[in-house]
T-cell receptor, first 112, second 112 residues
Framework: EAQVTQNPRYLITVTGKKLTVTCSQNMNHEYMSWYRQDPGLGLRQIYYSMNVEVTDKGDVPEGYKVSRKEKRNFPLILESPSPNQTSLYFC???????????FGQGTRLTVV | SQKIEQNSEALNIQEGKTATLTCNYTNYSPAYLQWYRQDPGRGPVFLLLIRENEKEKRKERLKVTFDTTLKQSLFHITASQPADSATYLCALDLYGNNRLAFGKGNQVVVIP
């Protein structure tokens, strides 16, 4: 089954404690991206990657890092989380024919 | 600035009627436009893609139109059912590399 898998689904952490949200896809897609979704603000792109070792900033990259060492994985790293990063995060992957984006099930992060 | 606008007010509609949603955009010349469905707390799910040279696209009870002159897409759900209740998002490809920018979404509530 084609899918994008994020882990964890829920995470409560404290300010400043480094964390990683993993994302893996099994569709051999070149393109992957991370979004955050906040009430009233909609989905905003954090980072995207067009292929292995190729990443670029989206609209709201501050406070986040990503890496793309393998095609299937695209982890999101918060080196020093702050309460304003409390949000619902989604990973997505797309093939290079620019058709549909497949989204993960989401990670609800709370930073206290 | 670039904008994608969807109606922020929920659309309440009687079962069996046609729901029509609007997506307006400014300062874009997208090669295509996509529509997604999102249920609470879950990732968006792709519904339809329409390209700039297509006026209309259909999929089962869904119909999308795309007017590049008006910079507007209309999304129709015909013979609506309670199971169609969800938030519907439109998305535009900013640079032709699937850097999708999303509208904030429009909630549809189908009343039995």
């Amino acid at each position: 089954e084609a899918q994008v898998t994020q882990n964890p689904r829920y995470l409560i952490t404290v300010t400043g404690k480094k964390l990683t949200v993993t994302c893996s896809q099994n569709m051999n897609h070149e393109y992957m991206s991370w979004y955050r979704q906040d009430p009233g603000l909609g989905l905003r792109q954090i980072y995207y990657s067009m292929n292995v070792e190729v990443t670029d900033k989206g609209d709201v990259p501050e406070g986040y890092k990503v890496s793309r060492k393998e095609k299937r994985n695209f982890p999101l790293i918060l080196e020093s989380p702050s309460p304003n990063q409390t949000s619902l995060y989604f990973c997505a992957s797309t093939d290079m024919m620019n058709t549909e984006a497949f989204f993960g099930q989401g990670t609800r992060l709370t930073v206290v | 600035s670039q904008k994608i606008e969807q109606n922020s007010e929920a659309l309440n509609i009687q079962e069996g009627k046609t729901a029509t949603l609007t997506c307006n955009y400014t300062n874009y010349s997208p090669a295509y436009l996509q529509w997604y469905r999102q249920d609470p707390g879950r990732g968006p799910v792709f519904l339809l893609l329409i390209r700039e040279n297509e006026k209309e696209k259909r999929k089962e009870r869904l119909k999308v139109t795309f007017d590049t002159t008006l910079k507007q897409s209309l999304f129709h759900i015909t013979a609506s059912q309670p199971a169609d209740s969800a938030t519907y998002l439109c998305a535009l490809d900013l640079y032709g590399n699937n850097r999708l920018a999303f509208g904030k979404g429009n909630q549809v509530v189908v009343i039995p």
